[in-house]
């Protein structure tokens, strides 16, 4: 069983920066896409951006340019740099790894338990 730890949530001002941090542990496979996703109060979960075990990267229009994905495969972790942070940024950001043992089989999704940022004057 693959678990994603999830830090660095928390409080900040409008045009403030803040870093997510997501650490797994177990197994993960040479076919992955470890990525966030984000669900704002009242509206639905939507993919933020996305990096593949090779660093192909894609992200969401509304972050694109502001926020910035990275990985550190040696630590198991990936990162979310999130700089010009809105108050549109708010929402429980969710850490996914997307694992797939070979490609004869289905892809696994494993989640974080979630951390709350706050964009706030």
């Known amino acids: 069983q693959v678990q994603l730890v999830e830090s660095g949530g928390g409080l900040v001002q409008p045009g403030g920066s803040l870093t997510l941090s997501c650490a797994a542990s177990g197994t993960i496979f040479s076919i992955n896409v470890m990525g966030w996703y984000r669900q704002a109060p009242g509206k639905q979960r939507e993919l933020v951006g996305g990096?593949?075990?090779?660093?192909?990267?894609n992200y969401a229009d509304s972050v694109k340019g502001r926020f910035t994905i990275s990985r550190d495969n040696a630590k198991k972790t990936v990162y979310l740099q999130m700089n010009s942070l809105k108050p549109e940024d708010t929402a429980v950001y969710y850490c996914?790894?997307?694992?797939?043992?070979?490609?004869?089989?289905?892809?696994?999704?494993?989640w974080g338990q979630g951390t709350q940022v706050t964009v706030s004057s």
């Open positions: 996914n790894l997307k694992n797939r043992p070979v490609m004869s089989t289905p892809t696994f999704d494993y």
């Open positions: 990096m593949t075990n090779g660093g192909s990267t």
